[in-house]
């Protein structure tokens, strides 16, 4: 892992100002002569910069993200425990950690902030920025903001706008922390029961009901009430506790939460002013959906799809919901491999017929599909 440190303000959305910031990044494989082998990854909400751990079969020698073949570059989130600037920091103003303090960061301050480590990092060009759920969020927003910069972008089970359903998760997850008296302070094992809790909410977000019913269902024992279901949301909250902070989880949802790419576009209706966004967006685009996915559903990435000038829009089937983009990595290296390829060529005026005849495409929704 390496740092950046920017050693300067940087001014957020929200009128707030970070004095400096510290960006923990990797990066993997080398620069070419012609600079134009970047390949650019977004990160998930509680995952970190070391894209090769949490995206294994995608990224990786012998993978379609290859390091022999590409220059990767992963940055961890600011408001992250993973080495960026975060709640954890201490906040020059009282000399304490920022905890539940720490500023908002939107994903539209994010791309900036991305954009600033590429201007400081020297890579003027981006082959490929990639990113899912909330890396898909911050992919967007920042091939919006600065279109020229990308060649190719690929976002995945992610949105436009971050949708009623998905901020209703997440203030539910936002309560669940808050009701434990211990998050923020310095108690020992601060927030861990509302960051379990919290995780436990989450769950039911990235799994759908087939996950659940064919995974865990019955029991561990002969107990009335050790049922294989509940045993496993504790797991999954004890596990994201072992590797997570509670005040940085918290901090991370608001940012995902603040996501709407046409907020400070006209329109008469959201979806003219989410157009208008995505009309920004130049480079030719591959939008994935998950079949499963009930937190970033398939119409979310259909619309983005619709609206981004060239683009192909592919779904694939998943048994594990919203978190398929994670599992699923060989039906995404093929389909991603496949892209890369089919645009190898693709410039100008040619683009256009890398869309013709997908636009029409149907698929089934959620819920529709043949078990």
Known sequence: ???????????LENGATLPSLRLAYHTYGKLNAARDNVIWVCHALTANSDAEDWWPGLVGKGFTIDPERYFIVCVNMVGSCYGSTGPMDINPATGQAYGLDFPLVTTRD??????????YLGLQKIRLLIGGSMGGQHALEWASLYPDR??????????????????????????ALRADPTLGTEAPEAGRAGLEAARAVAMLSYR?????????????????EDFRASSYQRYQGNKL?????????????????????????????????????????????????????????????????RHLPNSRFQVINADFGHDGFLTEAKQLGDLLADFLQDTLAIDGPNKHAFTEGLTGRKFALPGTESV
């Open 241 to 305: 506790w072992k590797r997570f902070e509670p005040t940085a989880y918290y901090a991370l949802g608001r940012g995902m939460d603040s996501h709407d790419l046409g907020r400070d576009q006209k329109g008469d209706s959201d979806e003219d002013r989410i157009a208008k966004a995505l009309a920004r967006i130049t480079a030719t685009s591959l939008v994935i959906g998950i079949d499963t996915d009930i937190l970033f559903p398939l119409e979310e990435q259909g619309l983005i799809s």
């Open 208 to 224: 759908h009901y087939r996950t659940y019913v064919n995974s865990q269902t019955g029991k561990n024992s002969e107990e009335p």
């Open 150 to 175: 990308f060649d190719l972008l690929c976002v995945l089970a992610t949105n436009a706008r971050h949708s009623a359903w998905g901020i209703a998760f997440n203030e539910a997850q936002r309560m």
């Open 110 to 119: 994010f791309a900036r902030i991305l954009n600033l480590t590429a201007n």
């Open 1 to 11: 892992m390496k740092y950046l440190y920017i050693n300067h303000p940087v001014f």
